[in-house]
């Protein structure tokens, strides 16, 4: 079954479009989530789910699934299917510090819903009312594109026609304690994935396939396998983060590579959808040829890539 990418959003600090992913705006204020979605729903939300509200409807109404007079299609056909290694982090040490300070009893009973981590993805399905298989992911580098799969997974099984899947990571003091003072994206990206004939049902254009994922020990061998099942050599390298320093010239030598984490910061769980969304943002700038995003390095237990194809190309 053929998965194809139906509906792209991204809100950044500094881009707004899928195209902004590859060549983003110069300055710009952080996201303010009231000023994209409303205030409604708001209030004692982490910004972790503020941030993928507001990546989530603009995904929705761009793979036409959304409108002002809500969801356009059976709720129970979305699956929704996040990832965020950070998202709740700053609830957990707020209760954390409570609890060591007082007692358990001193929590805030609205801090607790919060502090669970599928609070991102519940959220996100409860606001827009989808119904479908509901996943969280928090698994390290290979989360985001992990997420992907998966998503591609549920629809390829029947479990849902279509799935929105979310990345979101949260720029704040607990976040940058626990990174050593890394600098995160502080923002969200989501993508609407389908299969083919349900996007061809509602008339729905569709930018980009799907292609082979790979995951496995060792980000050379990973990037071997991919190019094994695609068979095509990439036009574009997403490079894995904070890391692309150390990738060797020798692996896809003469490959243009884009490293996104040095743009807008870390992207951690949220990474690998940012780059699927830049696949996507590449595409409609008239570039061609498969796409390769990947995390992890050839240290890594786990490394992860998939290949995404313009959709005049698939």
Known sequence: ???????????????????????????????????????????????????????????????G????????????????????????????????DTIAEQTAAAGSAMDLPNASSNVIASSVAIRFGLRGPNLMLCNGATSGLDAVHWAATLIRGGRASRALVLGVEPDNESVRAFTGGARTIDGAAALVVESEESAAERGASAPAVLGTYVRGAGLGRTLERLAKTTGDRPALWHLPEQRAAAVPDTLLEGVDRHDLAEVFGLGSGALGVLQCAAAVGWFAQGGAGPVYATAGTDADDASAGIALHGRAAA
């Open 65 to 96: 699934l959304l409108d002002d007079g809500g969801l356009r299609v059976p709720g129970g056909s979305v699956a929704v299917v996040a990832s965020s290694n950070y998202g709740n982090l700053d609830t957990i040490c707020r209760a954390i």
């Open 1 to 63: 079954m053929t998965v194809v990418v139906s509906g792209v959003g991204v809100v950044l600090p500094r881009a707004r479009t899928a195209p902004e992913l590859m060549a983003p705006v110069a300055k710009a204020p952080p996201v303010e989530p009231k000023d994209l979605v409303g205030r409604k729903g708001l209030r004692y939300k982490d910004r972790a789910t503020q941030l993928a509200y507001c990546a989530a409807d603009a995904a929705l109404r761009h793979a």
